[in-house]
Nanobody
Framework: QVQLAESGGGSVQVGGSLKLSCAAS????????MAWFRQAPGTARDFVAA????????YYKDSVEGRFVVSRDRARNLVNLQMNSMKPEDTAVYYC?????????????????WGQGTQVIVSS
C-alpha cells in the first residue's frame, strides 16, 4: 500500500525553479509531520525541509533556506516543495517522508514512511 508518492522531478538550468509534490494518504497527511530529503550519488540521504502536521512550523536545511519553500495543500493532501534559484549541488533524488514526531532535529530515520523518490537534475 503506497502511502507517499512524489512527482514533479526533472531537469532545470542553474537559477531556474522546480516544484515537487508529495501525495499522501489522508490519514498520513492529517496526523504526520512531512519532510523532504535528498540523496546524491555516493552520499547519505540528507534532510532538506519539513512542515509539521499543523502546517504552521517549517524547518529547512541551511543551504536551501530562502530558496526553497515547503507547504501543505490541504485541499489535495499534498506537500509541496517549491525550489527556486537552483544550483548544481541541488542535483539529487528527492524523497518525501512522514513521521508522527517532529523534524526539529532534521534527522534521517529509516523507520519513517518514505516515497520512492524523484530525480532532480540542475545543469549549467
Amino acid at each position: 500500500q503506497v502511502q507517499l508518492a512524489e512527482s514533479g522531478g526533472g531537469s532545470v538550468q542553474v537559477g531556474g525553479s522546480l516544484k515537487l509534490s508529495c501525495a499522501a494518504s489522508e490519514h498520513i497527511f492529517n496526523t504526520h509531520s512531512m519532510a523532504w530529503f535528498r540523496q546524491a550519488p555516493g552520499t547519505a540521504r540528507d534532510f532538506v525541509a519539513a512542515v509539521d502536521w499543523g502546517g504552521d512550523v517549517t524547518y529547512y536545511k541551511d543551504s536551501v533556506e530562502g530558496r526553497f519553500v515547503v507547504s501543505r495543500d490541504r485541499a489535495r493532501n499534498l506537500v509541496n516543495l517549491q525550489m527556486n534559484s537552483m544550483k548544481p549541488e541541488d542535483t539529487a533524488v528527492y524523497y518525501c517522508a512522514a513521521r508522527r514526531g517532529t523534524y526539529y532535529y532534521k534527522n534521517f530515520d529509516p523507520n519513517d514512511y518514505w516515497g520512492q523518490g524523484t530525480q532532480v537534475i540542475v545543469s549549467s
